[in-house]
C-alpha cells in the first residue's frame, strides 16, 4: 500500500549534492575517519526509534569519484540514475534518508585481509603515470583504478553498513543502499570483478557483532556469481548465500567451477552455499520467479532468516548487454515481494552491478515500490524454459540434501545396501544382453585390454555373420533410456507400472538383420570404475570404437561399413573417425549422427580432407528446437541436417528411422557402385 | 506498510448495527430485493473512484439471525467475532466499509438451479413444527434451517457479490467479506455442509459479467473440500479452483472422490480443478505454505488471474477441533501475502468455514493486516511433513501434465513407444527368475488357472527340495524396490549411475537355503491385466496364495511352515490365513509380516481362536516411526512387535533380518518337538 503518500512532507531536500551527508573530502589515507555510532541492539528497542518512515536509502554523489578515464560500463551515473528516477517518481520523499559514512578498518578487516585494505588505500596515491602503467594488471582482474577509488569503495561499504545497521535499530524496516563500486566479487584478499571491498558481507558481519540479528540470508541476483560473497561465509552457517547467475559450464564470470551447483558450502557451512547456474543467457521472469517459488522460499521457510540482503545487481535485466537475461521490472518487484515476506519484512537492498542505465533505473524503481508497500504488477501468464527447468530441478536435487523442503532426495548411498543392491546399468546390461541373444542369435564380442574389460565388459556384441558379411554397421549408443515415474519422493521408489526402458536400438537391429548387413552392437556407457565417477572428459567411448576398429572391424571381410552414433555415442563414433582417419574414409561409407539434444560432435579442424569427406557422408539427426539452428559455423561443418520435428529425443529415432534406413540403403547400393570403379 | 493508520478518521461509526446498511428487513420472498447498482467496467476507470481507502470488507449482523435453536458449531458469534477483533486492532477504521445486500435471483441463478433457489427461499415460511419434523432430513444433508435462513444466505452471497465488485470497479484494492452462513459446499442444485448459494462462485460469475476481470483463481484454504465451488467451475477454464483439504482417502467431509488429486476438471476445464488432499489431519504452516510455494504460486504464475478470491475458512486453524490441523495466524498471514502478489493485488477474502471463534478472530486478524500491508510475522525454521511432502510431489507430478512450471513430468503413455519399450516390471521379473535359477538352482511354479496366469506368471518360484523337505519358508512380497535418480525432470531419465534394484529377498532366500529350508517364493505385484490399472480392493495377491496353498504346500512333505509377508506381500498372507484358517493353523509354525510403513493387516474378526493363535505365533516388524504405535487396538491383535529404529522402509528388513532369523529357527526347533508330542 503506498498510502504513505498522503503524509506530509519529507524531511530531506531534493538538490543531489546537497544531500550528501558524509562530511569529509575525498581523502585516501581515510581510516581514521570519523567512527560509526556503536549501537547496542538490546538498548535500543524499536519503539523508541520508531518514526513516519518505514524505508530508508543511502546515497552519496562522491561514490560518483571513482571512474575510468576510457570510459566504463561500471560508471558513476549508475548511481545518480537511480537517484534521480526515485527522485522524479516521489519514492525518495517517502523514504528517510540515512547518513552514509567511509567503512572502518575493523570492520572491512571483518571480511578481507590486512593486505587487501592497504592495496585499496594505496591506489589514493596512483599519479596517472601508475594509472597507465598499471592498466594491463588490473584488467587481468577485471578492476580500473582511479586516485578516489578507495574514497568510493569505502563510502560503498559503508553506506551498506549504515543501511543495514538502521534495519536492525528498528529505525526503517527496509534500506536500499544505492552505491558504487559493487562488492561481491571481492574477495578476502582480492579486489576484481569492479569490485573492491565486499560491502554486504562486511555489513553482515557488522550487523551480526552489532545487533541482535543472527541468521542473515543474502539473496544475489545479480547476473554474475557473487564468489566473494559465497567465499566469506563459506564455512560459516550463520549466513545462507543464495546466488542466482549465468554459468555456463563455468564459462561464464567469474568463470571456474566455485558457482556450480555442487558448490554447496564446506564444514559447518556445508549446505548454507546455493548456487542457482544458469547454463546459458536469455533467462527470464518466468525463469527466476520459478526458481525463487521451488528452491529459494523452501530454503527460507527452513532457515527463517532474521534480516535479508538483496545483492542487486541489475545485469540480468533486459537491454543490459553483460547479462543477456530478460528479468523486467516486474519480475525484479516479484522477487522483492516475495522475499519481504521473510524475518518479519526486515530487509536490505545492496546495488551490486548492473550496465544499462536505462534498465537499473526502471529495475530499481520497480523494487523499491514494492519495498515502500506497493503490490508488484500483473505478470502475463509465464512458464519458465526448459534449461531453467531442468536447472531448479537439478539443484533442488542437489541441495535436498541439505534442505528438507526441497526433493527429489538423492538415492541413497550404495554401500549400506550393497548386499541386497543390483546397480541398475548391471541388470539392464544384462536384459539387453539377453536380449540380442534371444532375438538377433547376436554374441558377446570379447575385450582384450583390462582397462576395456573393466569399463565395457558385456556391452559389445555382434551378428555371428560379422567376419563374412561385406556390409556392416557399427552401431555406437548408451544403454536404452529408462524412463521412470516416482511415487515416492521421499524413498525415490519407481512407480513400476508406468515406468519403462526404451531401447532405441531395437528398429535398428531388426531392420539391419533384414537387409542382412552385419551390425557390431556397441554400448558405450562405461561402468563406473572404480567406484568414483567417471570424468566426462576421458574418452573411453572413443577407446573401446578404436579399439574394435582394429581388432575386429579391420579383419573382417566388411568392406562397405556405415557408422551409426546415437546420443553418447555420436562423440565416440567422431572419435574413431579423427583416430583412424585413413582407414575410416578407405571403408566407411557413411555416417549417421542421431544426436538428439546433445551437443553435435565437430570434425578435428586440422584435416581439411576428413572435414570434406564427413561433409559429404554424414547425416546428423537433431530434433527441431536443437541449439544448432542457431549457430551456422557448426552446420557448415555437416552435411545433411534432418531437423525431426519432434522435441522429445527419446521419439526421435523413431521419427528418423525411414530416413536413416533409406540413406543407409542408398550408400550401401553407392558403395558397390563405387566400388567397382 | 500500515501507514495509512495516520490518515484522517474513517467515515463509519464503530457500533456494530449501525453499520448495517442492507435496507430491508427480514422478508423470506426477497428476490424482488433493490436491484444491485449496474456496472459497466469501461464507463468507471478506477481513477474517478480512487478514496482514501485501499481496502475495504461488508459485514452485517444480520446474517447473525440465521441460528440453530438447538446450538451449532456454525454459529452467529462467527462473524461478530472477528468484526470485533478487528475493530478492537483498529483495522476497521482503515477500511471502507462497503455495502451489503441480498444476492438476485438472476445472479444466484449463474450458478444455482431455479429449484434450489426456490427451495432455499422456502425456508422462511418453516414453522416451529416444521423445523422439528425437518431435522433428520437436514442432519443428513449437514445443515439446519431457520425462518431467517433464506435472508442471511442471501445477505451472506450478495455481500461477497459487492466486496468483489468493489475491487473489479477499483474502489478498493482489496476486501474482505465478513459473511455467514458460508458457501463452498453448496452445489448448483443442493444446500449442504451448513451452506446454502456458493457465494464465492456467484460472485466470481457476477464479476466476470459486468467488469474486464475475466480470468479467476478461487484459492480454497477451508479444511473442507469446496465440492459446489469445484462442480460450479468444472469445465470452465476461466476459473482456476485450488483447494488445500483434508481428504484421507475420501474418508472426510464432503467424503467421495470429487476431492482427490486426480479430480482435475474436465473439457476445457481440465487441469483447472487442483487439488491439494492431505492424507491425515495435523497439517501445519510448513505444509501449506510449501504446497503455495511448490503447487499454487507456479500455477498462478503460468494462469496469471485477474483477480484472486480466498475462500477462507479458518478451520485449518490451530484449535480447531473440526479441523484438527494447525495453520498459525502467521501461517494464514504468509499465504495471504503470497497471493497479494497476483493479479496487481486485486484480491477478496470471503469468510468460509472455521468453528473456534478464538481461532478465526486471530486468524482473520492476521490476514487482514495482510491486507492492509502490513509484512507477515517471521516465522520459526520449519520443514513440512512427511505426509505434506509426498502429498505436494504427488499432486505436483499429477498437475505437471497440464501446467509446464510443475514437474516432475509424469512419463509419456506407453503405446506411442511401445514398439520400442519394455515395461520395468517385465524386465525386473525376468531379472528376478534369472537369478532365482542361477543363484539358488530355484524353479518357476506353474500356475494352471487362466486369471493367475495372467497375472502372476513367472512370478512363483521354489527351491527343488520342496516336495521333499518338511520345513518350508513361503516368502510372499512384491518386486525388489527401484531406486532411481531422475537426471532430467523434462524426461524422467533416470541417472542409472546413481540408482538400483533393492532385492530384499536376497539375504532370506540364501539364509533359508544354508539352514535346510525349502522355500516357495511368491512375487504378488500382480501385472497389470488387461492393461487398465488394478483396483487395490481385488485381492489378487490373496487369491494366489491360496491356489499355491491348495495345489501345492498341501502335497508337499513340509509340514512345518513358516509364512514370510514382506510389504504388500502382509496382506497377501493374512488373507491365506483367514480363508484356509483350519489348514493352516495344522502346519505354519509362525508368521512374519515385515510391514514397513504399509497397513498392519488385521486377522479376522470373526474367529477368536485363529487370532490367538496368530497373536501368540506372529511378528510384526515395522518401524520406530509406524502409525501403529498410535494405536493400541491393532496393537493387542499382534503378537511381538519389533519396532526397528530405521524410519526407511528399504533397511527396515536388513536389520530385523537376525531377529527374524531367530523366530524362524526358533519356531521350528520347538516346532520338531511339538511334533513329536
Same mark, same amino acid.
Given at each position: 500500500?503506498?498510502?504513505?503518500?498522503?503524509?506530509?512532507?519529507?524531511?530531506?531536500?531534493?538538490?543531489? =549534492?546537497?544531500?550528501?551527508?558524509?562530511?569529509?573530502?575525498?581523502?585516501?589515507?581515510?581510516?581514521?575517519?570519523?567512527?560509526?555510532?556503536?549501537?547496542?541492539?538490546?538498548?535500543?528497542?524499536?519503539?523508541?526509534?520508531?518514526?513516519?518512515?518505514?524505508?530508508?536509502?543511502?546515497?552519496?554523489?562522491?561514490?560518483?569519484?571513482?571512474?575510468?578515464?576510457?570510459?566504463?560500463?561500471?560508471?558513476?551515473?549508475?548511481?545518480?540514475?537511480?537517484?534521480?528516477?526515485?527522485?522524479?517518481?516521489?519514492?525518495?520523499?517517502?523514504?528517510?534518508?540515512?547518513?552514509?559514512?567511509?567503512?572502518?578498518?575493523?570492520?572491512?578487516?571483518?571480511?578481507?585481509?590486512?593486505?587487501?585494505?592497504?592495496?585499496?588505500?594505496?591506489?589514493?596515491?596512483?599519479?596517472?603515470?601508475?594509472?597507465?602503467?598499471?592498466?594491463?594488471?588490473?584488467? =587481468?582482474?577485471?578492476?580500473?583504478?582511479?586516485?578516489?577509488?578507495?574514497?568510493?569503495?569505502?563510502?560503498?561499504?559503508?553506506?551498506?553498513?549504515?543501511?543495514?545497521?538502521?534495519?536492525?535499530?528498528?529505525?526503517?524496516?527496509?534500506?536500499?543502499?544505492?552505491?558504487?563500486?559493487?562488492?561481491?566479487?571481492?574477495?578476502?584478499?582480492?579486489?576484481?570483478?569492479?569490485?573492491?571491498?565486499?560491502?554486504?558481507?562486511?555489513?553482515?558481519?557488522?550487523?551480526?557483532?552489532?545487533?541482535?540479528?543472527?541468521?542473515?540470508?543474502?539473496?544475489?541476483?545479480?547476473?554474475?556469481?557473487?564468489?566473494?560473497?559465497?567465499?566469506?561465509?563459506?564455512? =560459516?552457517?550463520?549466513?545462507?548465500?543464495?546466488?542466482?547467475?549465468?554459468?555456463?559450464?563455468?564459462?561464464?564470470?567469474?568463470?571456474?567451477?566455485?558457482?556450480?551447483?555442487?558448490?554447496?558450502?564446506?564444514?559447518?557451512?556445508?549446505?548454507?552455499?546455493?548456487?542457482?547456474?544458469?547454463?546459458?543467457?536469455?533467462?527470464?521472469?518466468?525463469?527466476?520467479?520459478?526458481?525463487?517459488?521451488?528452491?529459494?522460499?523452501?530454503?527460507?521457510?527452513?532457515?527463517?532468516?532474521?534480516?535479508?540482503?538483496?545483492?542487486?545487481?541489475?545485469?540480468?535485466?533486459?537491454?543490459?548487454?553483460?547479462?543477456?537475461?530478460?528479468?523486467?521490472?516486474?519480475?525484479?518487484?516479484?522477487?522483492?515481494?516475495?522475499?519481504?515476506?521473510?524475518?518479519?519484512?526486515?530487509?536490505?537492498?545492496?546495488?551490486?552491478?548492473?550496465?544499462?542505465?536505462?534498465?537499473?533505473?526502471?529495475?530499481?524503481?520497480?523494487?523499491?515500490?514494492?519495498?515502500?508497500?506497493?503490490?508488484?504488477?500483473?505478470?502475463?501468464?509465464?512458464?519458465?524454459?526448459?534449461?531453467?527447468?531442468?536447472?531448479?530441478?537439478?539443484?533442488?536435487?542437489?541441495?535436498?540434501?541439505?534442505?528438507?523442503?526441497?526433493?527429489?532426495?538423492?538415492?541413497?548411498?550404495?554401500?549400506?545396501?550393497?548386499?541386497?543392491?543390483?546397480?541398475?546399468?548391471?541388470?539392464?546390461?544384462?536384459?539387453?544382453?539377453?536380449?540380442?541373444?534371444?532375438?538377433?542369435?547376436?554374441?558377446?564380442?570379447?575385450?582384450?585390454?583390462?582397462?576395456?574389460?573393466?569399463?565395457?565388459?558385456?556391452?559389445?556384441?555382434?551378428?555371428?555373420?560379422?567376419?563374412?558379411?561385406?556390409?556392416?554397421?557399427?552401431?555406437?549408443?548408451?544403454?536404452?533410456?529408462?524412463?521412470?515415474?516416482?511415487?515416492?519422493?521421499?524413498?525415490?521408489?519407481?512407480?513400476?507400472?508406468?515406468?519403462?526402458?526404451?531401447?532405441?536400438?531395437?528398429?535398428?537391429?531388426?531392420?539391419?538383420?533384414?537387409?542382412?548387413?552385419?551390425?557390431?552392437?556397441?554400448?558405450?556407457?562405461?561402468?563406473?570404475?572404480?567406484?568414483?565417477?567417471?570424468?566426462?572428459?576421458?574418452?573411453?567411448?572413443?577407446?573401446?570404437?578404436?579399439?574394435?576398429?582394429?581388432?575386429?572391424?579391420?579383419?573382417?571381410?566388411?568392406?562397405?561399413?556405415?557408422?551409426?552414433?546415437?546420443?553418447?555415442?555420436?562423440?565416440?563414433?567422431?572419435?574413431?573417425?579423427?583416430?583412424?582417419?585413413?582407414?575410416?574414409?578407405?571403408?566407411?561409407?557413411?555416417?549417421?549422427?542421431?544426436?538428439?539434444?546433445?551437443?553435435?560432435?565437430?570434425?578435428?579442424?586440422?584435416?581439411?580432407?576428413?572435414?570434406?569427406?564427413?561433409?559429404?557422408?554424414?547425416?546428423?539427426?537433431?530434433?527441431?528446437?536443437?541449439?544448432?539452428?542457431?549457430?551456422?559455423?557448426?552446420?557448415?561443418?555437416?552435411?545433411?541436417?534432418?531437423?525431426?520435428?519432434?522435441?522429445?529425443?527419446?521419439?526421435?529415432?523413431?521419427?528418423?528411422?525411414?530416413?536413416?534406413?533409406?540413406?543407409?540403403?542408398?550408400?550401401?547400393?553407392?558403395?558397390?557402385?563405387?566400388?567397382?570403379?
Amino acid at each position: 500500500m503506498a498510502s504513505s503518500s498522503r503524509s506530509s512532507g519529507p524531511p530531506v531536500g531534493l538538490g543531489q =549534492d546537497s544531500m550528501d551527508v558524509d562530511g569529509p573530502a575525498p581523502n585516501g589515507s581515510a581510516n581514521d575517519a570519523s567512527p560509526a555510532p556503536r549501537l547496542r541492539a538490546s538498548s535500543m528497542p524499536a519503539t523508541l526509534r520508531a518514526n513516519a518512515y518505514h524505508v530508508g536509502y543511502v546515497y552519496s554523489s562522491k561514490m560518483m569519484s571513482h571512474s575510468c578515464v576510457h570510459g566504463h560500463c561500471e560508471q558513476p551515473e549508475r548511481i545518480s540514475r537511480i537517484f534521480d528516477i526515485l527522485n522524479q517518481n516521489d519514492c525518495l520523499k517517502k523514504m528517510k534518508r540515512l547518513p552514509i559514512r567511509r567503512v572502518l578498518r575493523e570492520e572491512a578487516l571483518l571480511v578481507h585481509s590486512q593486505a587487501l585494505w592497504d592495496k585499496v588505500l594505496a591506489l589514493h596515491s596512483l599519479t596517472d603515470q601508475d594509472i597507465a602503467d598499471s592498466e594491463a594488471y588490473y584488467n =587481468d582482474l577485471s578492476l580500473y583504478v582511479h586516485p578516489t577509488t578507495p574514497y568510493a569503495a569505502q563510502l560503498s561499504a559503508g553506506g551498506v553498513i549504515e543501511a543495514t545497521l538502521a534495519v536492525a535499530r528498528g529505525e526503517v524496516k527496509k534500506a536500499f543502499a544505492i552505491v558504487r563500486p559493487p562488492g561481491h566479487h571481492a574477495e578476502p584478499d582480492e579486489h576484481m570483478g569492479f569490485c573492491f571491498f565486499n560491502n554486504v558481507s562486511i555489513a553482515a558481519k557488522v550487523v551480526q557483532l552489532k545487533s541482535t540479528l543472527k541468521r542473515i540470508l543474502i539473496l544475489d541476483w545479480d547476473v554474475h556469481h557473487g564468489n566473494g560473497t559465497q567465499r566469506a561465509f563459506y564455512d =560459516d552457517p550463520s549466513v545462507l548465500y543464495i546466488s542466482l547467475h549465468r554459468y555456463e559450464g563455468g564459462n561464464f564470470y567469474p568463470n571456474g567451477p566455485f558457482g556450480s551447483m555442487t558448490s554447496c558450502g564446506e564444514g559447518a557451512g556445508l549446505g548454507y552455499s546455493v548456487n542457482i547456474p544458469w547454463p546459458e543467457k536469455g533467462m527470464g521472469d518466468a525463469d527466476y520467479i520459478l526458481a525463487f517459488q521451488k528452491i529459494i522460499m523452501p530454503i527460507a521457510l527452513e532457515f527463517s532468516p532474521d534480516l535479508v540482503i538483496i545483492s542487486a545487481g541489475f545485469d540480468a535485466a533486459e537491454g543490459d548487454d553483460l547479462g543477456e537475461c530478460h528479468v523486467s521490472p516486474a519480475g525484479y518487484a516479484h522477487m522483492t515481494h516475495m522475499l519481504s515476506s521473510l524475518a518479519g519484512g526486515k530487509l536490505v537492498v545492496a546495488l551490486e552491478g548492473g550496465y544499462c542505465l536505462d534498465a537499473i533505473a526502471a529495475s530499481a524503481l520497480a523494487v523499491t515500490r514494492v519495498v515502500l508497500g506497493e503490490m508488484p504488477p500483473q505478470l502475463p501468464p509465464l512458464t519458465a524454459s526448459e534449461a531453467a527447468t531442468e536447472t531448479i530441478w537439478q539443484v533442488s536435487a542437489e541441495q535436498s540434501k541439505y534442505w528438507k523442503n526441497l526433493d527429489p532426495k538423492v538415492c541413497e548411498p550404495m554401500e549400506e545396501l550393497e548386499q541386497i543392491a543390483i546397480s541398475l546399468p548391471e541388470l539392464l546390461k544384462a536384459h539387453r544382453q539377453d536380449y540380442l541373444f534371444r532375438t538377433h542369435g547376436m554374441l558377446e564380442v570379447p575385450l582384450m585390454s583390462v582397462p576395456l574389460i573393466e569399463r565395457f565388459n558385456a556391452q559389445v556384441s555382434c551378428t555371428p555373420d560379422i567376419m563374412d558379411n561385406d556390409t556392416l554397421i557399427v552401431f555406437a549408443h548408451e544403454f536404452g533410456n529408462l524412463a521412470v515415474e516416482l511415487d515416492s519422493v521421499m524413498f525415490c521408489n519407481v512407480r513400476q507400472e508406468h515406468s519403462y526402458l526404451i531401447d532405441c536400438s531395437k528398429e535398428l537391429l531388426t531392420w539391419a538383420k533384414a537387409e542382412g548387413y552385419a551390425v557390431l552392437d556397441v554400448n558405450v556407457y562405461p561402468k563406473p570404475f572404480p567406484k568414483s565417477k567417471l570424468k566426462h572428459t576421458d574418452d573411453y567411448g572413443g577407446a573401446v570404437m578404436v579399439y574394435l576398429w582394429d581388432n575386429y572391424v579391420q579383419l573382417t571381410a566388411a568392406r562397405r561399413v556405415v557408422l551409426v552414433g546415437h546420443g553418447p555415442g555420436c562423440n565416440a563414433i567422431m572419435s574413431l573417425i579423427a583416430q583412424r582417419a585413413a582407414s575410416v574414409l578407405k571403408t566407411v561409407e557413411g555416417v549417421v549422427q542421431v544426436v538428439g539434444l546433445h551437443n553435435v560432435p565437430t570434425t578435428p579442424p586440422n584435416t581439411p580432407s576428413l572435414r570434406q569427406w564427413y561433409f559429404d557422408n554424414s547425416i546428423v539427426v537433431v530434433p527441431s528446437n536443437h541449439p544448432i539452428f542457431h549457430d551456422s559455423k557448426t552446420m557448415k561443418k555437416h552435411g545433411q541436417v534432418f531437423r525431426i520435428d519432434e522435441e522429445k529425443p527419446i521419439k526421435l529415432i523413431i521419427k528418423a528411422m525411414p530416413g536413416i534406413q533409406g540413406f543407409i540403403k542408398d550408400k550401401f547400393s553407392n558403395a558397390s557402385v563405387n566400388g567397382d570403379a
